[in-house]
């Protein structure tokens, strides 16, 4: 996924809460007109029933709409309100969703069974033509889907009864078994979408799901509202809140102030330097992860003179990156290789994985060889280029270190400082219009290629693709189609293994780190059977399962 996990900025301490501002809220003609106040979090009208949950975003979603929910912020609300056909469970296994059940009835026919009880939150049914037609908007190129690439080798989405759909692959591919659960799988309403193509996504256009909370309203960078569904589907159990209410507050500091005063009551991602006083606060509960992603600076490898490799790897000798670790990271996130496939991701074939991880270079600082290395290259001189980064403490603290580091090798490197969001928008914009980008990808599925294809296969080099180092290897993209296709996983092992032998030899990016996921609750916020925060977190409606019990 082209998760940006950890876009969270740092400012001064402040007193107190401040909120961001907005322009005018905008509602949708079909979503409720009325929205009580959100200064704070409300107390319940029963123990562990209603109430008003106040989540702290560190940015403002790109759309409510799922075919863009691609990052945690949109994430966090989108998965509210919209679902997929499958989900995943606490173990970070797929289960039924919207779909009863499915299967493979061969390596490229899949059939998803659905569910006859679904209904949007206005009430109306969910149909297979709602769910084929979610499916075919985000595979249409016309739509650029920020999810558009799950749907590449996927050759037909057709009625195999009024009931099923049935899926046909180009070719085989391992991957597509994961792609139901997640955005890319999830089902809006035609009729909604047909009513409001102009605006659908928008803040006047909002979207109609089948998820536990519905659409209220959305102030741009300032807030969005979330109501309770009183039409979801599932009657196993909540949703419990009445509202959530997820207030965008760019400055680190603010949501931490936001945190202790009880004024925020959740959030996801800590700016590292403020980890040990979140610590510190006897109001909240911290969850800890290692999840799926990776902290990384990518060469525009379509760019001289990152077409050289010789470059590329003198620039990753230069940097220091256990000082990174050592002062900024400090324990929230594990030491990286040259390769995004952290021991995390070794869900299968785990001796094959661990061998290789240890015989790959970890490219441990070495200014004598980074200068070496580019006295062998195609700029023995020295260079200036430009890198692009968003304000994130991980990322700024790690471009200003390399803007130190290849200073001695005569390269100057231009700090280019964005938002976020255009960070997130350049990142999958098809004309890599970067010379380097400091960035992060989480896998969006719990398989190595995950870490793998989206991000150095050539097919995702255009818009909406997530190969952020332009990188185009017809040896590289040979294994990893051919690993795709097969069934046994250890074999697939072996081709992608194969894979980022060649990854960490012509190093595209620099790995910096693999980050720790974080959850922060106040206390008396609880999650049913003790809600635990999860590797794929980003995917599912957590917030059916979170109470405020005090």
């Known amino acids: 996924m082209k998760r940006l996990l950890k876009k969270w900025t740092v400012g001064p301490i402040v007193a107190s809460l401040v909120l961001a501002a907005g322009c005018a809220s905008q509602t949708p003609a079909e979503a409720p007109t009325s929205a009580a106040k959100t200064e704070g979090a409300e107390q319940p009208k029963a123990a562990g029933m209603g109430g008003t949950l106040t989540f702290g975003l560190g940015y403002d979603i790109v759309a409510v709409d799922p075919a863009f929910a691609y990052d945690p912020s949109t994430d966090a609300v989108v998965d509210q309100i919209t679902e997929g056909l499958l989900k995943y469970d606490k173990n970070s296994q797929l289960a039924p969703n919207l779909a009863e059940r499915w299967e493979a009835k061969d390596p490229v026919t899949y059939l998803y069974y659905l569910r006859k009880d679904v209904t949007f939150s206005d009430g109306s049914p969910m149909t297979i033509d709602d769910v084929i037609f979610s499916m075919e908007r985000t595979r249409d190129p016309k739509t650029a889907s920020y999810l558009g690439w799950m749907y590449e080798n996927v050759d037909k989405i057709e009625k195999a009864d009024e009931w099923t759909v049935k899926v046909t692959l180009k070719k085989p591919d391992a991957l597509w078994r994961y792609v139901m659960g997640t955005p890319a799988g999830h089902v809006i309403s035609k009729k909604y979408y047909e009513a409001h193509k102009d605006n659908f996504g928008k803040p006047d256009g909002g979207v109609l799901g089948t998820g536990p909370f519905k659409y209220v309203s959305w102030k741009t960078g300032s807030e969005i509202v979330l109501e309770k569904n009183t039409n979801y589907w599932d009657k196993t159990g909540g949703p419990y809140l009445d509202k959530v209410v997820y207030k965008v507050i760019p400055e680190g500091t603010t949501r931490v102030t936001g945190l202790k005063t009880g004024q925020i009551n959740m959030l996801i991602g800590l700016p590292l330097d403020l980890v040990e006083v979140v610590e510190g606060m006897d109001n909240v509960n911290i969850q800890k992860v290692d999840g799926l992603r990776n902290d990384v600076i990518a060469f525009n490898t379509q760019r001289k003179p990152f077409t050289d490799v010789k470059v590329r790897q003198a620039m990753n ?48 600082y070495n200014l004598d060889k980074a200068k070496q290395l580019l006295a062998e290259s195609s700029v023995p001189n020295g260079f200036s280029a430009k890198i692009l980064t968003d304000n994130d403490t991980l990322k700024i603290n790690a471009v200003l270190a390399l803007q130190a580091a290849v200073k001695p090798l005569g390269i100057n490197l231009e700090i280019e400082k964005v938002t976020g969001e255009e960070l997130t928008t350049r990142g999958f914009g098809g004309a890599r219009d970067y010379d380097i980008i400091a960035n992060d990808w989480g896998s969006d599925f719990p398989d190595p290629s995950g870490n793998l294809v989206p991000i150095f296969h050539s097919a995702y080099v255009g818009e909406g693709g997530a190969n952020y180092a332009n990188y185009r290897n017809p040896e590289l993209d040979k294994l990893l189609d051919e690993q795709s296709k097969l069934i046994d996983d250890n074999k697939r092992a072996d081709l992608m293994i194969q894979a980022e032998k060649i990854i960490a030899e012509e190093t595209p990016w620099i790995m910096i780190d693999h980050p720790k996921q974080i959850m922060v609750t106040t206390k008396g916020v609880e999650g049913v059977d003790g809600y635990k925060d999860t590797p794929l977190w980003t995917w599912n409606a957590y917030m059916k399962d979170i109470k405020i019990v005090q």
């Open 317 to 364: 000798y230069a940097l220091d990156k256990q000082k990174i670790m050592d002062q900024i990271v400090r324990g929230m996130g594990m030491p990286a290789r040259a390769v995004p496939v952290s021991p995390t991701l070794w869900t299968f074939a785990k001796d094959k994985w661990e061998a290789a991880y240890k015989e790959l270079p970890d490219y441990a």
